[in-house]
């Protein structure tokens, strides 16, 4: 019985590992500054040479939106590409592709804008944002325009915070951002390198540029908890991107003379990690396979007028709502208040706290033992450490530091970065676009929600055509669902239709007259959608004949 049981194990993790797969996910970044499209081929901003399963690329400071969306729609109805959506608010543009092998196992489309300019009445800056089901995975893609110059580093961080915390989807498997499987931002955040111009210029120069990251306003913002916790960036390996005379590869040289920046980026942030990086960091509960043979009341603590609860979405770095913002900005300000001795006995009451929430236990000779959730290695935790704060504050470091790398190390296969780049021949504006390739772990899907019946029909000249739909895992049509006619290269069946019908819910099907036959030998294809799937689900060959 042991042994079957072993081989059915075996069978399983074989068949999940089969069943597992890896998507390439393109995105770019581009404040085109008020340009048009025709100056310059975006061709190479689409990461075609790379084989993309997933496009996204979002523009700033656009002139006339619909102008980059119809280039790109162009550009990738040439290679088996369909528009999943393209949201657009004001002067900035989110558009997402898919290959349409991936249509059936795409759903739950939804996007998302929030103005953020000129106290959120204006949407020269904010964010955009499109999200969707794809296999096993909730994806959501922001492109985002921040707040400018170098001294507005909060206001960014705050209008990172709004757009985190006010967009929210119909969908209830997510209805924030952050709990989405895969989070990607992107855009014209707007961080700067906080350090003398002269010094920057010089250090970009002499190819050390490298060297100024560590002045970096996003990174340092990250490090410190105000913004973009948890998001994760590839290794940058190329100069700053913004500001540029246009039409030149030269740093700016106006009138005001603006420091180079990293202005343009891409991060990632995955749920699970996050999940995971919280309950290591909270130390769990009572471990009852502690090797210590102590009790919580070995320690004695005094946990008066001690705040010792935690926004959980403050701790995972996303602020859901107005009040939770406030509760954060008021901890700062009462941290920011307190002196150096009221802020260690602060400390010496939460770390008292969180050790007999985590059963660490002082015994009578000074030392204890816990296994913590990293490794099987026991920690020595003394008395001394706790009567320190200092002392305890770095071993608490220490061990965590630990616990959050252990976690990090699982997730590496999770998405993992294969190109981070910019490209300096695109010179029409002050800044470069950036792109990001990710290699991205899904589930595969072994049934579409929906087919249709035949993978090909034959219409013939004279007769009608009708479209039949089989529906699984308990889909059904509705009557506000339609299938349209395209031709092959069709990117978005809402604009490249020829002819459209909609669905008889009770016999799903459509059926398309004689007279809707293009009367002449030609390939066509039937795209479905479903108003309950929010998106473009089935798709069939069509031969017309004569």
Request: glycine share 4%; aromatic share 10%.
């Amino acid at each position: 019985m042991k042994l079957h049981g072993t081989i059915f194990v075996l069978i399983t993790l074989i068949f999940t590992i089969a069943m597992a797969t890896t998507l390439n996910v393109h995105v770019c970044t581009w404040n085109v500054g008020g340009t048009t499209p025709y100056h310059d081929d975006v061709t190479p901003l689409l990461g075609l040479e790379m084989d993309a399963d997933i496009i996204a690329i979002g523009f700033e400071e656009l002139k006339d939106p619909a102008d980059w969306a119809d280039e790109v729609d162009r550009i990738l109805s040439k290679h088996s590409y369909y528009r999943v959506k393209v949201t657009t608010m004001t002067l900035m543009q989110q558009c997402v592709y898919a290959k349409k092998i991936h249509l059936p196992f795409l759903s739950h489309v939804e996007s998302e804008y929030t103005k953020t300019g000129f106290a959120g009445a204006y949407g020269n800056k904010g964010g955009t944002s499109v999200r969707f089901r794809l296999y096993d995975k909730t994806v959501a893609l922001v492109n985002s325009h921040l707040a400018a110059h170098m001294e507005n580093v909060r206001q960014r961080d705050e209008e990172y915070w709004n757009i985190m915390s006010e967009q929210t989807f119909d969908d209830p498997l997510t209805e924030h951002l952050y709990q989405h499987d895969y989070l990607i931002w992107s855009g014209d955040l707007n961080y700067r390198i906080d350090y003398y111009n002269d010094e920057v210029r010089d250090s970009i120069e002499n190819g050390k540029y490298l060297s100024l990251l560590s002045y970096d306003q996003l990174k340092n913002e990250q490090q410190s908890g105000h913004a973009f916790i948890g998001f994760h960036e590839a290794d940058i390996t190329f100069p700053p991107t913004y500001k540029f005379d246009p039409e030149t590869d030269i740093y700016d040289t106006s009138e005001k003379n603006r420091t180079p920046a990293w202005c343009d980026r891409v991060l990632w942030r995955i749920r699970a990690e996050r999940e995971e990086i919280v309950k290591a960091l909270n130390w769990g509960g009572i471990d009852s396979s502690s090797s210590s043979s102590t009790s919580s009341s070995d320690v004695e603590t005094d946990t008066t007028d001690v705040d010792v609860s935690e926004d959980p979405d403050d701790v995972d770095g996303c602020v859901s709502s107005k009040s939770s913002r406030r509760k954060r900005k008021r901890r700062q300000h009462n941290k920011d208040d307190m002196s150096r001795d009221s802020m260690l006995e602060a400390m010496r009451k939460r770390t008292a706290v969180m050790m007999k929430k985590t059963a660490v236990y002082a015994s009578s000779t000074g030392n204890a033992l816990t296994r913590l959730a990293v490794g099987n290695s026991p920690i020595k935790i003394h008395k001394t450490d706790v009567a320190d704060p200092e002392r305890f504050k770095d071993l608490l470091d220490t061990i965590e530091r630990q616990k959050v790398e252990e976690v990090k190390h699982r997730f590496e296969m999770e998405v993992r970065p294969l190109r981070y780049k910019y490209y300096p021949e695109f010179q029409q504006s002050d800044h470069k676009p950036v792109s990001l390739l990710l290699e991205v772990s899904f589930g595969v899907m072994l049934h579409p929600h929906v087919t249709f019946t035949y993978q090909r029909y034959t219409w013939k000249r004279g007769q009608a055509l009708p479209l039949t739909l089989k529906h699984g895992n308990g889909t059904i049509a509705s009557t506000w669902d339609w299938i349209a006619l395209v031709e092959k290269d069709w990117t978005d069946p809402n604009k490249d239709y020829l002819k459209y019908g909609y669905v008889e819910g009770n016999k799903q099907r459509v059926i398309f007259k004689p007279d809707d036959h293009p009367g002449i030998p030609v390939s066509l294809q039937a795209v479905y959608y479903s108003s309950r799937m929010w998106s473009w689900s089935a798709v069939t060959d069509i031969q017309c004949t004569v």
